[in-house]
């Protein structure tokens, strides 16, 4: 367990490594990043919105990850950082290929200087790293809560009245059922009996 946490925490550093300076620059120099938009190969009016998604997006994954002590959310900035990292690799995937006309790069900081081919290489790694992340913050069947089953028994059916036991008294059948417990003991309907 704690060799598993371990490489979560190093897969969290090395996402928030990737995302808070992209996301930074893209916000810092918002006129840049928007004329770099319009030159991609994709449709125009997608720049217009992509403009505003793509940093709030990264900045997003950056703030999920970095937050404290919540698996949920580590899982949820992992699946960010994955879908995010599995459309900009195929974008670049695209241009290795030949399938634009043109291949501008508008990607920043240090991977600014890489090859299509290199920056192919980076985001496939980067990608395989986030879903490795959302392997290892997946829930296991002991840290899930509605997990946990109760028993109940239930009477099927009495025997007939001339059928006792060595004492005197009745047989009666039971069988004992188990059942998921989907919700938690403060909002059962009949906390007494439910305690």
């Known amino acids: 367990m704690e060799k598993k946490s371990i490489i979560v ?3 969290k550093l090395a996402l928030l490594a990737l995302w808070v300076p992209v996301a930074v620059e893209k916000l810092w120099d918002l ?3 928007y004329s770099t938009l319009r030159r991609q190969p994709i449709p125009q009016w997608s720049a217009d919105i992509l403009f505003w998604l793509l940093p709030l997006l990264e900045l997003g994954a950056a703030i999920l990850l970095a937050w404290p002590r919540s698996r949920r959310r580590t899982q949820q900035g992992m699946w960010l950082s994955a879908i995010l990292m599995l459309v900009f690799t195929l974008f670049i995937l695209f241009g290795v290929l030949g399938w634009y006309e043109k291949r501008p790069c508008g990607c920043g900081s240090v991977i600014s200087g890489l ?3 290199d920056h192919l290489w980076f985001n496939a790694v980067f990608f395989l790293l986030a879903v490795l992340g959302v392997w290892l913050t997946w829930p296991t069947r ?4 509605c997990r946990r089953k109760y028993r109940k028994s239930v009477q099927i059916f009495r025997q007939p009245a001339e059928t006792r ?4 008294h009745f047989i009666v059948k039971r069988c004992v059922f188990t ?7 403060k909002f059962a309907l009949f906390r007494r009996r439910a305690l």
């Open 115 to 117: 090859s299509w081919n």
């Open 179 to 185: 059942f998921p417990k989907r919700f938690p003991r």
């Open 31 to 33: 006129s840049g990043f």
């Open 142 to 145: 002991q840290a899930s809560g």
């Open 9 to 11: 925490g190093i897969i």
């Open 165 to 168: 036991d060595i004492s005197g």
